[in-house]
Every structure is written in C-alpha cells, then in structure tokens.
C-alpha cells in the first residue's frame, strides 16, 4: 500500500479529491524558540539561574565549580598522555645483537617501533664515539630501540670501508642506511649533531629545530674573519 505522507504525483490527485487528507505541516523550530531552550538546559546546570541572574557569591562559586571541574580534564588528560608515553619507553639501552637475533629483534621488533642499529667494528675510533653517542642517546629516546652489532657477526664479508653504518628500520622494514664515516662527519661528530641526524630520518622525536653543526660554524667563521682581518693589518703595516 502506498505510504499517504509521500510526496507523489498520485498522491496529490488523490488530496485535491479528499480521498487522503493533507500532509501534516512540519513544525518549523524559531531561532527564539532554539535560544529558549539552550537556556533551560543552562538554568538545569546552574540550579535554574543563568550566569546573568546571579549574584557575585553564586558566580564565584559556579567558577571554583568550573576550575575543579576543567583541572580534573586536564589532569586527566595528562596522566593518558604519560601512561601512552611510558607504555611506549621500555628500552632505554644500546642492545648487542649477533646474526640469529636479527630477524627477532629487528625485522619483528614490533609495529610503530623505530630501529635503529649500528653495524660496527672494535678498533675503529669513530665506530667506538658513535657507540657513546649512542648510549646516550638511548637513555634520551627510551621509546627507540638501539642496538649494535659487529658489522662481520651479522652480514660476511661487509666492507671495513663502510663502517660505520646505521640502519633505520620501522615496522620491520629498512627506512633509511647511513654508511661511512663522511656521513657521520668524521671524530668531530658531538652527540647533539647524531641526535639531529637520527631525528631527520624519524628514528627519533626530538625537539631540535635546527642542525646544531650550523651553531658551531658560526664561531669558526668569525674566527676565520678575525684572523684575515689580522693578517691584513700586519700585511699594510
């Protein structure tokens, strides 16, 4: 049976005829009549006052109410913020690998885990400095995973040349190699510009802005135009 209340063309013959009668009006809610009842619902809330007929002693109270009630959100809030952060900080040290761990604690080190491992060799001094840098760094990032390996216990045969290298993994796929010491910048690499590296490619969240070689080559370059100022000056003289 067809439904009274469409709007058919049949219909509508069949109105104009009165053998149905005519569709119900919708009721049309005033903006007056909206505003009404925002107001009852806030009378309800305040013990049936708005803000305006309150007096200051009722004001202040419904404020104490409203800072305890917006301090209770925001500590709640927080203490989310810090249980979803310590869930996620459960390393916190540099982990040494040999080749039948890999797949196990790289490749399956868990989804959303960053990886980072450093393929190294003893008697290198610059793999030696990225190890230290590289505890440090541990502790900072408790949320990543850093471990180490020598590079022939975990890959035969890998070239001395290429050490030391770094891979970034992240939901057990390779995201990122950094192989040989020009990357690293040589023993002049500082903990800080290792963190800086490691945050470009997202194997950490840190709140560096900016690459902090750039702060220790602003003195040099002064000092570079120091010393030809000088030399100028005794050349004239």
């Not at 975990?154 to 057990?172: A, E, H, Q, R, V």
Request: aromatic share 6%; proline share 4%.
């Amino acid at each position: 049976m067809q439904n009274p209340n469409e709007d058919t063309e049949w219909n509508d013959v069949l109105r104009k005829k009165g053998i149905i009668p005519e569709k119900e009006k919708e009721l049309e809610v005033t903006e007056e009549q909206i505003q009404s009842m925002v107001e009852d619902a806030v009378r309800k809330q305040m013990g049936g006052k708005l803000m305006e007929e309150m007096d200051l002693d009722e004001l202040d109270e419904l404020e104490d109410e409203e800072d305890e009630r917006v301090f209770a959100e925001i500590r709640a809030k927080r203490i989310a913020e810090m249980r979803a952060t310590a869930s996620l900080a459960k390393y916190g040290t540099v982990m040494e690998i040999t080749a039948p761990q890999y797949i196990q604690e790289v490749n399956k080190a868990g989804d959303g885990v960053n990886v980072v491992l450093h393929l190294y060799k003893q008697g290198i001094p610059l793999c030696a400095l990225l190890n230290q840098h590289l505890t440090t760094l541990a502790r900072k990032f408790p949320a990543t995973k850093f471990i180490k390996s020598i590079s022939t216990t975990c890959i035969p045969n890998f070239p001395d040349k290429n050490l030391p290298t770094f891979f970034i993994y992240k939901d057990g796929d390779m995201k990122t190699q950094m192989v040989g010491a020009v990357t690293f910048g040589g023993m002049n690499c500082t903990v800080d510009e290792l963190e800086w590296k490691l945050h470009k490619v997202k194997a950490v969240t840190s709140t560096m802005e900016r690459d902090p070689k750039e702060k220790r080559h602003i003195p040099d370059a002064m000092t570079s135009a120091i010393r030809q100022a000088n030399y100028y000056d005794s050349e004239s003289d």
